[in-house]
């Protein structure tokens, strides 16, 4: 008996109506990223090894996917490395590209490459799969779409304040209600600066990043754990717990980590950014919050998440700013700052809340019933002028039982059938007929037309 197929845990197989809810999703996003004056690139799904390796760090690292050598790959490992059964000097030996763990890194490389045919400050949107070894959970898939959009090139702030009110039109559209959490890395640098801990800016960041997850206790047996002091943990307490607006945090920690002059630089970018949405009349609060990290090493100045209010899931979409990723390329001190909208999460959420409009999963809006040749001659100009009109439209192939006909349009949940037999034929009409109310009109093809547009 044949093994029945299956598809890695991890992954997900989507339906026309899935797809056709997916892509809403995507059309919605899009339109919004040109309406911005972003413009659209994309990125092979595979990249150098060389190129994604180290840029996420350690943890990161580990959830690439590798990709074996073509060939005999197996060749140029000797018999002592197999028997050391050392997966890392291994794979650097059979492996020399992997699967892209996000946009962001591919987006950097693309930059660098194609410097010369950019144009700075360069504001693009990609929206493309991108692939995680993690363990497989709710929300979270090792196959998932990320929509990007960045501006590189440019260190204005506005930057960052244009791409919360991207996150705001985004989700008003889509009619999910959000929150906007930010915080800044170089506030993080003065806190670990203030606490005595500089030197392990990563460490912290990792560590207070999973706060939400693991409550604060397991963030400080982690942080113990890595070797950062007691007496540094203790400082941190009471700044993981400040509370109060925007403004009232800021004053806090201002007081608190005022010795540390990148500190204060992080201060005093968060309150400009604050100053200028202050002019916007968003629908998306924005909130300081001070625990927020975000573990990618890359980040070196303001950071974003949102998250949905009324569902429990994670992030549905962060970022932040990069001072020198292109660096790591050879191209110093270009300066960028981006977010990515996880679409498979929001399609979760979206799902959750049933939040798509009715007509989302319908592809086609009329189909015409087949009652034989003669029909079907007398129907397809028709058929042709309706798509030319921009109206998605079917027949049925063949020209079986109505009750089959009719369940097919049901199936497919397109809202409305014509029908035309002999009577119609004679008086250059046809019947269309609305699925929903059930209400039948005997139109011609500019009526028809019409009703349909």
Known sequence: MAQKPSIPKGTRDFSPEEMAKRNYIFDTIKSVFKLYGYQSIETPSMENLSTLMGKYGEEGDKLLFKVLNSGDFIRKVSDEQLAERNSVKLTNKISEKGLRYDLTVPFARYVVQHRNDISFPFKRYQIQPVWRADRPQRGRYREFYQCDVDVIGSNSLLNEVELIQIVDEVYRQLNINVVVKMNNR?????????????????????????????????????LAAKGIAQDAIDKLQPILHLSG????????????IADSEIGLKGIEEMKKVFNY??????????ELDLTLARGLNYYTGAIFEVKALDVEIGSITGGGRYDDLTGIFGMPDVSGVGISFGADRIYDVMNQLELYPEDSAASTKVIFINFGDKEEAYCLPVLAKLRSNGISAEIFPESAKM????????????????????????????????????????????????ILS
């Open 245 to 256: 607006t925007n403004d009232e945090k800021l004053e806090q920690i201002s007081k608190v």
């Open 403 to 450: 009750k089959k006909q009719m369940n097919y349009a049901n199936r497919k949940n397109i809202p409305f059938v014509v029908m035309a037999g002999e009577n119609e034929m004679n008086d250059q009409k046809f019947t269309l007929k609305n699925m929903q109310t059930g209400e039948q009109q005997l139109v011609d093809v500019v009526q028809l037309i019409e």
């Open 186 to 222: 170089k506030i993080l640098a003065g806190i670990a600066e203030t606490i005595g801990e500089a030197d392990r800016i990563i460490d912290i960041t990792v560590a207070i990043d999973k706060l939400d997850k693991i409550g604060l206790e397991k963030v400080n047996e982690e």
């Open 277 to 286: 949405l202050k002019a916007f009349e968003l629908k998306t609060e924005v």
